[in-house]
């Protein structure tokens, strides 16, 4: 059974850094497209950042330069690195994954973890 758990979220300073993990197990990490998504209050569940199976990645406009996805397969565990975060970045972040590799379409989700960026 696929099961995938978030943590590392909190409350940061505006300019400060977190790293979000998110924990995998029930599959083989490096044959599954993992992302991670968040949403915020009032708003649509957003794609944040994706890695492949083959390890190409992606990140949305809003994060470019700021946050960084990487994936190590022997811990089973994807990161997010997020660095000089704004408060428009407070959301709920989960992590997702895609057994057909299209990250936009994942078939797993995780609870959860909370990020809130403010002074």
């Known amino acids: 059974q696929v099961h995938l758990v978030e943590s590392g979220g909190g409350l940061v300073q505006p300019g400060g850094s977190l790293r979000l993990s998110c924990a995998v197990s029930g599959f083989t990490l490096d044959t599954y497209s993992i992302g991670w998504f968040r949403q915020a209050p009032g708003k649509q569940r957003e794609l944040v950042a994706g890695?492949?199976?083959?390890?190409?990645?992606f990140h949305g406009d809003s994060v470019k330069g700021r946050f960084r996805i990487s994936r190590d397969n022997p811990r089973n565990t994807v990161y997010l690195q997020m660095n000089n975060l704004k408060p428009e970045d407070t959301a709920v972040y989960y992590c997702?994954?895609?057994?057909?590799?299209?990250?936009?379409?994942?078939?797993?989700w995780g609870q959860g973890t909370q990020v809130t960026v403010s002074s």
């Open positions: 890695i492949s199976s083959g390890d190409w990645t």
């Open positions: 997702a994954a895609a057994s057909s590799g299209n990250i936009r379409r994942p078939d797993s």
